[in-house]
């Protein structure tokens, strides 16, 4: 431990979450967060939500409203990262979909852009060439996918072969 860390008990290291990006413990005050994902078509509907903080189930309609008018408005020559209330979005187009992360305003921009990335590989290769279809018919597999690449806010795995374990084992229990 540095000088720069605050002293901590070995109980409460345990309790505290390690930053995504450095490894090191996250303290409350610098804690970088995912608040949420979603994955919008065109038109507006959301066809995937996952949050990772509370939000009032009145509030997310609002919310999610508000967020996807302001993304779908920017023309694609804009910035994919938008200043938006007391948090950032980062979103990023895919065909006809498009997918919005909110974060915390000390994640890095470009990490969850990334992430955003590999997440839609990962769906390419468990569905080979995934479509709105695909989401639509198959969100329990799309959800396991994101619980195993996001847990409480936080990335915990990039790689495509371990995120897909989970879902190859339980299709080879399926067919077997």
Known sequence: MNNHEP??????????PLCSLTG?????????MIKFLLMVNRQGQTRLSR????VDISRRAALEADVVKGC????????????????????R?????????GITDTEN???IYELVHNFVEV???YFS??????????LDKVHIILDEMIQNGHVVETNKTRILAPLIALDKMADG
């Open 93 to 101: 187009q895919y065909a006809a979909l498009y997918i919005v992360v």
């Open 129 to 138: 060439r995934v479509s709105e279809l695909d989401i639509m018919f198959n």
């Open 7 to 16: 002293r901590i008990s070995l109980v409460e290291r345990f309790r505290m």
């Open 123 to 125: 769906l390419d290769k």
């Open 51 to 54: 949050y990772y903080q509370p």
């Open 72 to 91: 779908l408005s920017r023309k694609k020559d804009q910035c994919s990262f938008v200043e938006y209330k007391d948090f950032k979005l980062v979103y």
């Open 24 to 32: 090191r413990l996250a303290t409350p005050s610098a804690l970088n």
């Open 109 to 111: 921009e470009l990490s």
